[in-house]
């Protein structure tokens, strides 16, 4: 029985004319006139996707057009394109730095610009730092001194508060019109009250107090690891909570219902007002994190957390929740987590929160020298980076005062939003791949922007490498849009095939005196023909026709032959054409019935149709270091 | 130009019927030493031939060796041995030296076109004819052409063409001042073959042939007296070749004769086979520098045949120049 020839038989099969291969055994082809080999790309198909609700538009002449003009879905999306995506994520983006997308609802058109700086107004050396503001008036502590500026946090004065000597600030509280102090210097403390007009009034010295919170329009105040009621005046009532040993409550608010008390102990306490007394109704456990702070906003709970290391990375977290109650306890339940900080060497936990009407703000520190205010915009439930200082350290306050930021920086200082611009900031768009795995051929890219003036300008950075999005610095990124006045829209040429392409838009302000607006970017891109069905007459007769050699009678050998295919039918094959040079990895479709036919008087050729479907495969021309398997070749390959 | 019949097999081969890009399929002997004739496993190399070529040679399969055709038995394509049948087809088990090529179910056999060329060689008498001169001895009666022990191939010589003589003793290096060749009257005479008769010595001879025509030959002369030298030149059939190493002297070909030679075989061996369509073209071609086109009407082997007897009307012309055709009378060539 005649054999089938195999590539370990044939290291040049091409050379003794064998045209094609199935996975390891040679074949010939019965290519002739009537009788063509035929490659054909497949249509690019839908995928059946209603791709049309995403600003993508797709049509079979034009390809594909990625595209993008609203970011105010916030950061941290890594694909554009998912099967379990939302509505929303044509609004988000991976990454931005100094730039502001939450600007829909300001009543002008929607843009994205740059953000304003921030300066360092009042230099703080000590780690633990208060802030109040009692009607405008802001008052800053550092260890056992206390600032306060009347100007909005422009200029700052030290205020003479009254305090034991020796006596660390622990808390501040803006109780009404007056400011209630925590002071202790770890065995004896105390708490007083400063009026607008300065004075001073020691109100209790009989515990070591620690924290003061105003809550519901009640005072409590931490001693140790209890929590008590405090009247304002002389009395702190019986422990609320008391805590194990060791631990010690951070931050407390105002839920509605109850008032919320974050503890190192890694719970939320809820403590209802009943008859006038804050009690004990539930709490909340967050297993292995310590919960740093707590705001509530439209009622939706913010709280943060961090989660210690060894050595000094402390990993940080922002957490969404909803108040719910369960047999008259309080809880909070569908917690969700906004996003984590997790910077090596970095103690990234979020220590404070900030609400406005429509954001929920919270400051880390992300290296050793910068630290970002972080933005939750409520209308869109998007999170992105805010304002940025360029001192390392955490942020334990904010708030806002004519409206301008101001929020500390341990160990460093009080820093205030100005009114210039940065002078540069970026977003990086989340990796597009069209919701295919293949190559496609990028060819034009855009960007939009309002009209350019003072040399601002805006930049668009291609990369096609989807871990791009990590590193704004990549080597990989590559400028091919360049806006430099005007509103962009011009077009540029593209040579870029890939699967993924990652859009960096850098917005440029040289003078900082005002902001180029940046509107839209898009990239369209083609798919690649690579999906082909591949029909190859295959030579199925017992006459062996072999370059250079009259032709030989094998006997049924053409059985032989059109037996193996007619195996292969529905199996996944790697198909390879020596000329056209073809690698395809597919499906043998089929494998059609013998057919026969006598072009020439005495000369019968028996040939069968092989049918297969595949992807396009890299083929190699000539051997190089790299066409290794597992570097450029996917596993085999032929060395000819 | 050939020198011998091997020289004009391989070029009819290479010229019309194996162009170098329509080889039959072959191998090499791979046996390390000489095939011996009673050798039936042949050891090939594997390396010239595919998968499918190999396969073919499975049991059944004729190969060929030189001019030996082997039928094979069984094929071991680990150790790359096929086990024949020696000498099969009328062909002769022979040696064969290592390295001899071995051609799997050759279209065109090298023994077939061996015994086509020996076939042309043949037919072209008497359209063409070879020529011989001989150095005669004036008998006293008849003289006979070769001897007992040598009797040549004089049984291949149809008729003198033209005789002549010094009609004096010639011996050589001798003065050649005032010495005439004439002509002489010569008849040549048929006589039995075997032919028996005495010689000077009293003793009875018998000059026999086993190949060729089956005659004897002599001459009478006629105005000569006994004793002396005449040349006389006849006309002859062309020897059979036996071997492929016969030169084509010995046969008593002219070098201008190769061509219709292989023409003749090409036509003959093409003659109602079914040829690849490279062959044909091959061939086309090639007739059609010699400046005889395969028209659309003609088959090749017409064509062929054609170019052929254009060749041989070219060769007889020369001839009949060479050597006109001499006065006979009485069967007398004066």
Redesign the interface.
């Known amino acids: 029985m005649p054999r089938l020839t195999t590539q370990a038989e044939e290291s040049n099969p091409k050379r003794k004319g064998y045209d094609f291969r199935v996975d390891n055994e040679l074949y010939r082809s019965a290519i002739g006139p009537g009788r063509e080999m035929t490659i054909q790309s497949s249509d690019v198909q839908d995928q059946g996707l209603n791709v049309k609700q995403n600003p993508e538009d797709f049509t079979s002449n034009i390809g594909r057009i990625y595209s993008r003009n609203d970011f105010s879905g916030g950061s941290n999306l890594d694909n554009a394109h998912k099967a379990n995506g939302n509505p929303n994520d044509v609004t988000r983006f991976w990454d931005s730095e100094s730039v502001d997308v939450f600007n829909t609802d300001l009543g002008k058109g929607y843009n994205v610009q740059l953000l304003h700086t921030t300066e360092k107004v009042q230099a703080l050396s000590s780690a633990v730092n208060h802030m109040a503001v009692v009607g405008t008036r802001i008052y800053v502590s550092d260890d056992e001194t206390l600032y306060k500026s009347d100007d909005g946090g422009a200029n700052w004065s030290t205020v003479t508060e009254g305090l034991t000597a020796g006596y660390q600030i622990k808390g501040l509280a803006a109780h009404g019109d007056l400011l209630y102090i925590t002071a202790n210097n770890g065995s004896a403390g105390e708490i007083e009250t400063l009026t607008s007009g300065g004075t001073s009034t020691q109100k209790m010295s009989a515990a070591v107090y620690d924290k003061i919170f105003s809550v519901k329009g009640q005072l409590i105040v931490s001693i140790g690891n209890a929590l008590h009621a405090y009247d304002g005046v002389t009395t702190v009532g019986s422990a609320i909570v008391t805590l194990p040993s060791g631990q010690t409550f951070t931050d407390a608010a105002d839920a509605g219902a109850v008032v919320l008390v974050t503890a190192t102990d890694g719970r939320i306490y809820s403590l209802k007002d009943v008859t006038g007394t804050l009690t004990l109704k539930g709490q909340t456990e967050i297993s292995g994190e310590q919960v740093t702070c707590i705001v509530e906003s439209q009622g939706i709970v913010f709280y943060g957390t961090k989660e210690l290391q060894t050595g000094s990375k402390v990993i940080g977290r922002l957490y969404r929740a909803n108040l719910t109650v369960a047999d008259d306890l309080y809880v909070l339940a569908n917690n969700q987590l906004i996003k984590q900080w997790d910077v090596d060497g970095i103690d990234n936990s979020p220590n404070a929160l900030f609400t406005t009407r429509d954001s929920v703000y919270t400051g880390i520190k992300e290296s050793g020298s910068t630290s970002f205010l972080w933005r939750y915009y409520l209308p869109t439930a998007g999170i992105a980076r805010y304002y940025k200082a360029s001192a390392g350290g955490t942020v334990n306050n904010i708030a806002s005062v004519n409206e301008k930021f101001l929020f500390t920086v341990s160990a460093d200082g009080v820093y205030k939003q100005t009114s210039v611009y940065e002078q540069e900031g970026f977003l990086i768009a989340p990796p597009a791949d069209f919701f295919t795995a293949e190559n496609k051929q990028f060819v034009e890219a855009s960007i939009e922007v309002e009209a350019l003036s003072d040399s601002n300008t805006v930049e668009l950075y291609l990369s096609n490498k989807y871990e791009a999005i990590n590193d704004s610095n990549d080597s990989t990124w590559d400028l091919e849009v360049n806006a430099l006045s005007g509103v962009g829209e011009e077009s540029v040429q593209l040579s870029r095939v890939a699967r993924y392409v990652v859009a960096k838009i850098v917005l440029k302000s040289p003078n900082q005196v005002n902001s180029p607006k940046f509107k839209a970017f898009r990239v369209r891109a083609l798919a690649r023909p690579e999906l082909v069905v591949i029909q190859i007459p295959v030579n199925i007769s017992d006459r062996v026709e072999r370059p250079f050699r009259k032709p030989l009678l094998v006997k049924n050998l053409g059985e032989t032959i059109y037996q193996a295919l007619k195996n292969k039918e529905g199996n996944a094959v790697t198909l390879e054409l020596y000329d056209p040079a073809e690698i395809v990895r597919g499906v043998v479709e089929k494998i059609t019935y013998p057919i026969q036919s006598n072009p020439n008087v005495g000369s019968v050729t028996q040939y069968a149709i092989l049918t297969v479907r595949g992807t396009r495969q890299e083929t190699f021309s000539q051997v190089t270091s790299g066409d290794i398997p597992g570097v450029k070749g996917f596993a085999v390959m032929r060395f000819a | 130009m050939s020198t011998n019949i091997q020289g004009l097999v391989d070029r009819v081969y290479r010229e019309y019927l194996?162009p170098?890009?329509?080889?039959?399929?072959y191998t090499v002997l791979n046996e390390g030493t000489e095939l011996s004739a009673s050798d039936t496993v042949i050891t090939f190399d594997g390396n010239l031939l595919?998968?499918?070529?190999e396969?073919?040679m499975?049991a059944g399969t004729i190969i060929e060796c030189e001019r030996e055709l082997m039928r094979c038995v069984s094929l071991d394509?680990v150790n790359n041995q096929v086990t024949v049948v020696r000498g099969v087809r009328g062909t002769i088990a022979s040696t064969h030296p290592d390295g001899s090529v071995v051609k799997?179910?050759p279209?065109f056999p090298r023994k077939n076109v061996f015994d086509a060329v020996c076939d042309q060689i043949k037919n072209l008498y008497p359209t063409l004819f070879a020529t011989e001169t001989l150095e005669v001895v004036v008998g006293d009666g008849f003289t006979l052409l070769g001897s007992y022990s040598a009797p040549g191939t004089n049984n291949y010589l149809v008729a003198p063409i033209k005789s002549i003589s010094q009609y004096t003793d010639f011996s050589a290096n001798s003065d050649t001042t005032n010495v005439v060749f004439r002509g002489v009257a010569v008849e040549l005479i048929d006589l039995p073959n075997p032919f028996t008769y005495t010689d000077d010595t009293s003793t009875e001879r018998t000059i026999t042939y086993t190949t060729g025509p089956n005659v004897v030959h002599a001459l009478q002369f006629s105005g000569i007296a006994a004793g002396h030298t005449a040349f006389v030149t006849f006309k002859k059939k062309f020897i059979d070749p036996t071997s492929e190493t016969d030169t084509l002297a010995t046969v008593g070909l002219e070098d201008e004769y190769e061509p219709i030679i292989m023409a003749g075989v090409a036509a003959q061996m093409l003659s109602g086979r079914?040829i690849?369509?490279?062959?044909t073209d091959y061939i086309t071609d090639q007739l059609s520098t010699s400046n005889f086109p395969v028209d659309s009407a003609t088959r090749i082997r017409n064509s062929l045949l054609s170019y052929q007897r254009a060749l041989i009307q070219q060769a007889r012309k020369d001839l009949r120049a060479r050597y006109p055709e001499p006065v006979t009378i009485n069967n007398i060539v004066y």
């Open positions: 194996e170098m890009d329509d080889l039959t399929s595919t998968q499918e070529e396969d073919a499975d394509t799997i179910s279209t079914d690849p369509t490279a062959t």
